[in-house]
């Protein structure tokens, strides 16, 4: 999914942190994500995905940490 930009997965009950998390590693380009009503993904795990985004952008690990 490298060209994939947007993605609305809300109130997708089986949308889960694994799935948040590979979703940011794997989708290099993605810069919308909806997760709306998905009560299976925690507050922590949104913040890690959008650190790991960052951290891909920059291709540095310096970028300093969004904290939840």
Known sequence: ???LTEVNMSFCTKVTDEFVQELAKRCGSLHRLR????AAVTDVEIVNAINTR???R???RATPPLRA
């Open 1 to 3: 999914c490298p060209q």
């Open 54 to 56: 960052r951290r891909q």
């Open 35 to 38: 997760l709306d009503g998905c």
């Open 58 to 60: 920059t291709g540095s």
